[in-house]
């Protein structure tokens, strides 16, 4: 009801009704004043994935499958995936009118090179995470010799990145899983597990060539993170999986959302049923003509027979 100076009659019961809407009011306002609510708008957004498109890989190649990283052109239409094996496979994704995939066509493959020059041999090819570099070259990550390369391109030798203390307490096989450019060129990397010693994963960033640990973040409920993708400089995607003989795979996938390298909110985008997806373990993006952003994963099949080699797509809404 609005005030005005000449009030009609009102009953008794209806005046005190409106004197504590006025204290309500007026105590909110005080309220305000004194204890002011800060708020992140971004921070409570919501975002969700849309199922897009499927693909089982076949290929007789003997070294053809335990892809645990991929990378995606930025128009979805070719591919690079690497396998656990340190073995490249350059493609070609043939997608309908909609733009849905329905076939991948390799192109190329061969061996990740050492320093040298020479193929990979030992601990040093648990190859895991590849991403693209600002200057069109290709940041990888491995596990067991815990390390993170630069090549200019798959067929050039690698070039040693920093290490931090950390990278030597960290797991033989839980190693750097995730790396991830922001739009910005910046480089960061997260393990599988917490190195030795510590309850959360710390998150990296390359600066002055030199790592450093902007943020922790916790996996919980038996989950590990296998690879991260930026959608800008702001939100990070995290993929996680989970494994037990009861249950089997099953898949998380996250948005971070950062605010000058502080972590602002966290959101669960999708977390499937027990063997409803394989082994994913690789995350890329890329995006149509009309500016939309796709999710690109690709599974893991650990060259056994019993497992598929995969991948599936999302549509990001937002």
């Not at 975002?47 to 990283?69: R, T």
């Not at 009861?246 to 063997?275: A, H, N, Y």
Request: overall charge neutral; glycine content about 6%.
């Amino acid at each position: 009801m609005p005030l005005s100076l000449i009030r009609p009659y009102e009953p008794s019961y209806l005046k005190m009704q409106n004197h504590a809407n006025l204290r309500i009011f007026l105590l909110s306002i005080i309220f305000s004043i004194f204890f002011p609510i800060v708020s992140y708008p971004e921070a409570f957004d919501s975002w969700s994935l849309e199922p897009f498109g499927y693909q089982i890989l076949y290929e007789k190649a003997s070294d053809f499958g335990g892809f645990s990283g991929i990378s995606v052109s930025s128009n979805g239409k070719k591919f690079v995936a690497i396998s656990d094996r340190a073995n490249y496979f350059n493609g070609e994704m043939i997608r309908n009118g909609k733009g849905k995939l329905i076939n991948v066509r390799i192109l190329d493959h061969g061996k990740i090179l050492n320093s040298k020059g020479k193929e990979l041999s030992g601990k040093n090819t648990d190859s895991e995470s590849i991403v693209r570099s600002p200057e069109d070259g290709y940041y990888v990550s491995f596990e067991s010799n815990n390390r993170i390369m630069f090549h200019e391109n798959l067929k050039s030798p690698g070039q040693f990145l920093p290490k931090h203390p950390d990278f030597r307490r960290l797991m033989f096989n839980d190693g750097i899983e995730a790396l991830a450019v922001n739009n910005s060129g910046e480089l960061y990397a997260i393990p599988e597990l917490p190195p030795k010693g510590h309850r959360d994963h710390p998150i990296y960033k390359l600066k002055e060539d030199k790592w450093i640990v902007i943020n922790n973040i916790k996996i919980n409920e038996g989950f590990k993170i296998t690879d991260a993708e930026f959608i800008d400089d702001k939100n990070l995607i995290l993929l996680e999986r989970k494994f037990t003989f009861l249950d089997g795979f099953q898949t998380r996938i996250k948005r971070i959302l950062f605010e000058k390298d502080e972590i602002k909110s966290i959101q669960v985008l999708l977390e499937s049923e027990p063997w409803k997806f394989s082994n994913l373990e690789g995350l890329s993006k890329w995006k149509d003509e009309y500016g939309n952003t796709y999710l690109t994963v690709i599974s893991d099949n650990q060259f056994s027979p019993l497992l598929k080699t995969e991948i599936r797509e999302f549509l990001l809404v937002r």
